[in-house]
């Protein structure tokens, strides 16, 4: 596996959690340097970390209407199948009633 890729790896898993490993990231790579310091400013800014909670709390929020619309929706097409059917089922009664007064 590429080098830098492993490397990126190692950040995504570590950033946040183990100084120990970044700290020999950072000195190896620029890039991921300017990455841990834009991820601090982000964590230490109390201001753009609510204004991300309140993004992943819309798109939670969201997701769950979504789900619950659907859920609804195939509710409601279950219902109007079953009141289709038993209407269909009146209808054949009525023609197997006729057909039997008319035998």
Do not use: C, P
Not at 2 to 9: A, V
Not at 23 to 38: C, F, N, P, R, S
Not at 54 to 65: E, F, G, H, I, Q
């Amino acid at each position: 596996m590429d080098d830098k890729l492993i490397k990126w790896l190692l950040f995504l898993k570590n950033e946040g959690s183990r100084e120990d490993i970044m700290e020999i990231l950072i000195k190896d790579d620029e890039t991921i340097a300017k990455a841990h310091k834009e991820y601090e400013h982000f964590t230490n800014d109390e201001r753009l970390r609510d204004l991300y909670e309140s993004r992943l709390k819309w798109k939670l929020d969201y997701n769950t209407d979504i789900e619950i619309a659907r859920q609804e929706g195939r509710e409601e097409g279950r219902e109007k199948g079953r009141e289709e059917g038993r209407e269909e089922g009146r209808e054949e009664e009525k023609q197997y009633v006729l057909i039997r007064l008319l035998s």
